[in-house]
């Protein structure tokens, strides 16, 4: 299939991981692209990524290409462009690009294997088929995301990741306007179709996704949202503070140890392993007397007046209530369980309100999950695998974060084999937890500009992405890199446009037809 | 008392600054300069249809001094229509040189050389025979109105008998091809001083320092032509972002100032500015750089294992002195 090819360039050095080859000074050559090197004596095709592309010249004086810029750049300055053409160009430049291997495909195409060996030395360098990109068909998974792209160019082959692997934690790393919001709405997308067969537990807190997420065809029977505040179209979310934990409550907040110890003594003081009793703290008028009677001075009066502040300003969110039975937590497990996309629009809540309720729901759904995973395996069975997506996932997932109180770092380290996962998204990876980063086996990783950020995901990665910074640092609005454990290598992809995807996505099946009651009874 | 650094500097400063008249080519004494050096403004002109330039390159493979392996070639190249026609990097020349075998290396080049002609410096004899074997195939092939350029100027090693300069200069003249012959780095001098460096100077207070010029310097060698005129020599800044002018040697009996319109056509590369493009070309090809030499060097290993040299013989002849002291 390569005879006749375009030949983009010759192979000629580097070793069994990295290629360097030779193209015209012409050559169009991106970072990113992927490029087969076809290896005529073994028939092998070895698949290359491009990770830096440079200036190659037939003069070895020092200083030659500088002296030629200097004399084409004076007749610019004197207004004679053209005086001093550089005769014979393509002979006398060339362009090196530097690649890393990516592996090779077995002479009849049938699978792909990771790089052992070289190619022959000045093996050709095309432009790949599409039957080099066969290989990962059965690799991508069901739910879609958006082409495979290489350098600036768009492949007419779909990529994406399994649903399961949503078990074992997904990153979406990038920068502000790069297509993190897109991407997860095309994400949702792909849990809606599935039918069931996975949940998604969207924490929004700049309300962006409801509109765009209800104009889903699939909307109306797989999507359910939940809102803080009045939103048409949206059910009320309510959260009873006879659900919420303390340790919701110390996720939730930066506590000082003076403060901390407070809490604890309001803990025992009140009996309650529930949060009811800040509403009874929160009430208090008198708070020296407080402290001195009911707390026999043991938390300093400021420290009091600290907590109650806060006791105050959760009780007083509209989405807080007392009363259990009004609680949403339980819908939001039974939506999840049906493999729904819940969408918790959290909009009007402060940060830390914020992570309240999404602690509060992740543990939730991590209670119910390892509960019949403990208790009942067979249900287990049935439970869809379930992802929680949460925003500034650094504000939970960092280093400094009590790891033994809060619920994210226990879903990271124990939340696959209950088959719920993080989905964190960030803009500060360098901020999460190393050794919690590890845990999570997708990445997104859109543009990212700091260096410091992409090495953390460098070491982090289940694929090498190593040489990938310029790459990384390069990537336009929605282009992005998957790296996860079911492709052989990062695979770089252009996430569809989600109002593209809205316009592709057909409608859900019609409900199968109920038989009239007569005659499901003569079927019973 | 001075020291001989300060001394020498002295002595140079005072002949930079104060340069006598006497003109002079290191090394030549055949030359017969203008009375007066003049800079005259030179206009671009046209490419010639059809141009060659040849260079030679030489490389030594084995030293011992007292016997070496020396390779030279000459490479040419041809541009037809402002676009390369040929690229030749010549023949690999490998002689012996020293232990009586230097007379049989001289007289393969097929020049007429004297059988008695004195051996010193062969190596440029060899090369300088291979260039203008080259040059006169050159000539031979060249389209009416083309150039020929030579690396250099136009007066091959003295032991090149001056009949067959002669008789190429005559060939070149009957096919209307001209022959140029450009040297980069001139032992031209006045007053002991560069010469060169000089006319750049005054040619650009003169004629500013964008013009491009030329200067009738010399004429030379009358016994290589036919009609007794020889060579003429002449200075020439052949871009106005030269950063250097050259000699330039034609045959009298060519009009210097259209040839060098012809010529400074070819001079416009970006990387060159001033210098005939096609030369570096030639250049190029005709380098004996340290690998090809390597290369022969096992050649001529492989053949000592096939007709038995032992190799601590090859060791003790060829084995490089002065690197061995280096590293101890």
């Known amino acids: 299939m390569t005879e006749g090819a375009h030949s983009r360039g010759r192979l000629f050095g580097k070793n069994v991981l990295e290629g360097v080859f030779r193209a015209a000074p012409d050559e169009d050559l991106f970072l990113g692209e992927i490029l087969v090197a076809v290896d005529e004596a073994t028939r092998r095709r070895y698949l290359f990524r491009v990770v830096d592309v440079t200036y190659g010249t037939e003069h070895r004086e020092p200083g030659w290409a500088e002296r030629v810029a200097g004399t084409l750049l004076a007749d610019d300055l004197r207004g004679d462009p053209g005086a001093h053409p550089l005769h014979e160009q393509d002979r006398r430049t060339y362009r090196v690009a530097t690649c890393r291997c990516l592996g090779y495909l077995t002479p009849d195409g049938s699978s792909f294997r990771k790089p052992k060996s070289l190619p022959t030395q000045f093996s050709r360098v095309l432009t790949p088929e599409p039957e080099d990109f066969e290989f990962l068909s059965s690799r991508m998974g069901d739910l879609p995301l958006g082409n495979l792209r290489s350098g600036e160019t768009v492949v007419d082959f779909e990529v994406g990741i399994p649903g399961e692997s949503l078990a074992s934690h997904v990153g979406v790393f990038a920068t502000t306007g790069m297509g993190k919001s897109n991407l997860m709405k095309v994400l949702a997308s792909g849990v809606l179709r599935r039918q ?143 493999g729904k996309v819940v969408l918790v629009d959290v909009s009007g809540l402060g940060s830390t309100e914020e992570v309240l309720v999404a602690s509060f729901l992740t543990r939730k759904v991590m209670d119910e999950w390892s509960t019949a995973f403990l208790e009942n395996p067979d249900l287990h069975q049935r439970l869809p695998v379930v992802s929680i997506a949460l925003e500034e996932a650094q504000r939970v997932l960092s280093a400094s974060r009590d790891k033994d109180t809060n619920v994210f770092p226990r879903v990271a380290r124990e939340g696959r084999k209950f088959k719920v996962g993080l989905c964190a998204i960030t803009q500060q990876p360098k901020l999460l937890d190393d050794e919690l980063l590890s845990q999570f086996n997708t990445f997104f990783v859109l543009g990212l500009a700091d260096e410091k950020d992409r090495n953390i995901l460098r070491s982090s990665s289940k694929q090498d992405i190593s040489g990938l910074g310029p790459e990384i640092q390069t990537l336009m609005p929605g282009e992005c890199l998957v790296a996860n454990l079911a492709a052989p290598f990062a695979v770089p992809a252009k996430i569809h446009l989600y109002d593209d995807l809205l316009r592709a996505t057909p409608p859900p099946p019609a409900a199968p037809a109920t038989a009239p009651p007569n005659v499901a009874a003569l079927v019973d | ?263 400074s056509a070819l001079c416009d590369d970006a990387a060159f500015p001033g210098y005939p493009y096609p030369l570096t070309v030639a250049d190029r090809l005709a380098a004996c750089p340290r690998w090809l030499c390597d290369d022969v060097r096992s050649l001529i290993e492989e053949r000592f294992d096939l007709v038995g040299v032992p190799l601590e013989v090859r060791e003790r002849s060829f084995a490089d002195r002065h690197r061995l002291m280096e590293r101890s």
């Not at chain 1, 300093?300 to 209530?321: F, G, H, M, P, S």
């Not at chain 2, 004429?219 to 290589?224: A, I, S």
Request: net charge negative; proline share 6%.
């Open chain 1, 196 to 338: 069931g067969r996975y949940g998604l537990l969207l924490i929004d807190p700049h309300g962006e996704y409801r509109a765009d997420l209800t104009r889903h065809p699939w909307a109306a029977d797989r999507l359910r949202t939940y809102a803080a505040r009045r939103l048409p179209g949206t059910s009320a979310l309510r959260l009873s503070l006879a659900e919420l934990a303390f340790d919701d409550l110390r996720t939730a907040h930066d506590w000082t140890r003076p403060q901390e110890e407070g809490l604890f003594e309001l803990e025992r003081h009140y009996g309650s392993t529930d949060l009811r009793w800040l509403l009874d703290f929160a009430q208090v008028e008198e708070l020296a007397t407080f402290r001195e009677v009911d707390l026999n001075g043991r938390v300093a009066l400021n420290t009091l007046q600290v907590l109650q502040r806060r006791a105050r300003r959760i009780v007083d969110l509209d989405c807080v209530v007392a009363d259990p039975d009004v609680s949403v937590g339980g819908a939001v497990v039974r939506d999840l369980t049906a």
């Open chain 2, 1 to 263: 008392m001075p020291t001989s650094l300060e001394l020498t500097a002295d002595r140079l400063a005072a002949l930079l600054m104060g340069p006598g008249d006497a003109l002079l080519d290191q090394g030549r004494h055949d030359l017969e300069f203008e009375r007066q050096l003049v800079a005259r403004p030179l206009e671009r002109g046209s490419a010639p249809p059809d141009v060659w330039a040849i260079d030679g390159g030489q490389g030594t493979a084995l030293d011992a001094r007292c016997l070496q392996v020396v390779v030279t070639r000459a490479a040419r190249v041809r541009y037809a229509g402002g676009a390369c026609a040929l690229e030749e990097e010549g023949p690999l020349n490998v002689s012996l040189v020293g232990g009586g075998q230097t007379r049989a290396a001289v007289a393969a080049l097929d020049l007429g050389v004297a059988p008695d002609a004195g051996l010193e410096g062969v190596i440029n004899l060899l090369r300088d025979g291979a260039e203008w074997q080259a040059v006169r195939r050159s000539v031979e092939e060249c389209a009416p109105d083309g150039i020929v350029l030579v690396d250099g100027d136009l007066q091959p090693d003295w032991r090149v008998p001056s009949t067959f300069v002669a008789g190429v200069l005559a060939e070149a003249r009957a096919r209307q091809v001209t022959l140029v012959g450009v040297t980069k780095h001139s032992s031209l001098s006045r007053g002991g001083a560069p010469l060169m460096g000089m006319l750049e100077l005054d040619a650009a207070g003169r004629l500013g320092p964008d013009a491009m010029w030329w200067a009738p310097v010399a004429h030379t060698r009358p016994d290589l032509a036919v009609d007794g005129g020889g060579l003429q020599v002449v200075a020439a800044r052949l871009d106005p972002q030269a950063p250097f002018a050259f000699r330039v040697d034609l045959p009298a009996d060519v009009d210097a100032e259209p040839a060098l319109r012809r010529l």
